[in-house]
């Protein structure tokens, strides 16, 4: 009987589902923490080390191996550190877009890469969000473009958590 991880990007969480049936193989349980979230299927690392092949779907990360990701993240959170929220400087924020865009495979829309390139020459990031907009959804609490592209950022570089409980996925499924 297989046991599938499903990720959940709106609690951050990862949750592990027992299988009774192969028929659930293509099934995308509930959210055992909310109904209404969403859920991602996920390669478990027992799959990986035993060297199974499975459709890592739009995952950035995907193929790239522990070592190398550990390395990535802290290299990301030292430049992350060094940012100042308060007045950031617009090449460093460039910078540091242009390297979460170039580790994802530049999957960045034109637009996005079209602010990088002007972040990175050096103009005003408030000005950039006015002509552009800011993340989708987001901002209506005054939150400038920059704490909101960082915290995004931030919270991609964040281990999800580890429900460690076992779901039936049989209970799960809608």
Not at 95 to 124: C, N, Q, S, W, Y
Not at 127 to 147: R, S
Request: hydrophobic letters at 30%; proline letters at 8%.
């Amino acid at each position: 009987m297989p046991i599938y991880e499903f990720y959940c990007p709106d609690n951050h969480t990862v949750y592990q589902f027992l299988a009774r049936s192969l028929s659930y193989r293509e099934k995308t349980p509930r959210c055992p923490e909310d109904p209404s979230f969403r859920m991602e299927k996920r390669i478990s690392r027992f799959a990986f080390l035993r060297g199974a092949k499975e459709d890592a779907g739009d995952d950035p990360f995907a193929g790239m191996d522990d070592a190398k990701m550990e390395s990535f993240m802290a290299e990301m959170e030292r430049d992350m550190a060094g940012m100042d929220e308060s007045n950031p400087d617009p090449r460093q924020l460039g910078h540091f877009m242009r390297k979460m865009t170039d580790v994802m495979g530049d999957k960045a829309p034109p637009e996005m890469r079209e602010m990088i390139r002007r972040l990175e020459a050096g103009e005003d990031p408030e000005k950039l969000e006015a002509e552009f907009g800011g993340p989708e959804g987001e901002g209506a609490d005054g939150a400038d473009f920059f704490t909101q592209t960082v915290k995004r950022l931030r919270s991609g570089l964040q281990a999800p958590k580890r429900d460690r409980k076992l779901y039936d996925m049989s209970d799960w499924i809608p």
